[in-house]
């Protein structure tokens, strides 16, 4: 057990649930920060409901839980939310960000673990996996948001007692993941299956992801707070199709139509995987949960939720 202090950003998020849930579990004092309030009141940890963008509320809420990590997660997550508004991705991905790197530099904030994306970092001339040696290329305003960040982190923190872990995420999945958003493709077909509404799939359906589960990106979180610095990209290694991704999710619902196919969307990448093996070889870390395990855990949470 630890009684260490963690601020998360964007706590009211899917991927922030799960990490503070687990955070507290492992003995941590949280304090969330979300632009939206929790329709449940937390009971274990403090959340605060402000935009980061208030950078003289944040840095008083920095003073005074004085963290030993803060975990950067708020964002604006969707591409195709990015390709329509992009000037509102650079705020929320960016602007935030470097006022948050200042405040947590000025305040010598020991480590600071930030979610950048796996799955919207790299470009068509090269195949999967991607490894942490593979020139980046984003294709849309998110994954071109998120590498800035990157950049800016470092160039922000540069000479200061701050260390910073990156973790490059793949497509993660699991229970509590909006179903009403426009990313999260796992959410949002087993949801309109569970209601026999018709699914679209956005091209030919043979492009590939890579997708994880919640808890595994949990993990490699934590241990990106508590191992050396650096960064890591976490996924599964595996490339799945949206298609095989429909027709699992279609077993395990019982769904018996047909895809719509549409036009693919600007900004989505044809393939995707990445490799995890230094993750492996330097943290012991690897995806434990497999995808039809995985898929059938979402499909129950969104059975008991909807
Ligand atoms: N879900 C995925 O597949 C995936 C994959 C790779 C990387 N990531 C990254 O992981 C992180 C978490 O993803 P998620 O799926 O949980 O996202 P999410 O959309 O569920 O949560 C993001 C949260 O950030 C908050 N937020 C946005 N702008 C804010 C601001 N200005 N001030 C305060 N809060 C703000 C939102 O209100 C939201 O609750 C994000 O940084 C995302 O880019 C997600």
């Known amino acids: 057990m630890t009684n260490r202090s963690v601020i998360v950003t964007g706590s009211t998020g899917f991927v922030a649930g799960h990490l503070i849930e687990q955070l507290v579990r492992e003995g941590y004092n949280v304090t969330g920060i979300d632009l939206k309030k929790k329709l449940q009141p937390p009971t274990h940890w403090t959340e605060f409901t402000e935009d980061l963008r208030n950078f003289e509320k944040i840095r008083s809420i920095l003073e005074k839980v004085k963290p030993d990590i803060v975990f950067h997660l708020a964002a604006q997550t969707s591409v195709a939310v990015s390709s329509r508004e992009p000037v509102a991705d650079v705020v929320h991905n960016v602007e935030v960000s470097v006022g948050l790197a200042q405040i947590i530099t000025d305040l010598e ?146 769904y018996d139509k047909l895809p719509v196919y549409q036009p693919a969307r600007s900004g989505d990448v044809a393939r995707s995987s990445l490799s995890s093996k230094k993750a492996q070889q330097l943290w012991g870390w690897k995806p434990e949960i497999d995808l039809e395990d995985g898929l059938t855990k979402t499909v129950t949470w969104l059975r008991d939720t909807i």
């Open 109 to 254: 904030t020991p480590r600071l673990v930030f979610t950048s994306t796996g799955g919207a970092m790299y470009g068509e001339e090269s195949s999967p996996p991607y490894t942490e040696r593979t020139p980046e290329n984003p294709k849309s305003i998110y994954g071109v948001s998120k590498l800035a960040v990157e950049n800016y982190l470092r160039v922000v923190t540069n000479g200061s007692n701050t260390q910073i872990s990156t973790i490059r995420p793949a497509n993660i999945y699991g229970p509590e993941q909006s179903h009403l958003g426009e990313a999260g493709v796992v959410a949002i077909f087993g949801a309109l299956m569970l209601a026999n509404k018709d699914v679209t799939i956005f091209g030919t359906g043979e492009d590939t992801r890579d997708y994880i589960f919640v808890d595994d990106i949990v993990a490699i979180l934590i241990k990106a707070a508590t191992e050396d610095p650096g960064l890591y990209l976490a996924g599964t290694g595996v490339e799945t199709s949206t298609n095989q991704i429909f027709n699992t999710l279609k077993k395990i619902t019982g």
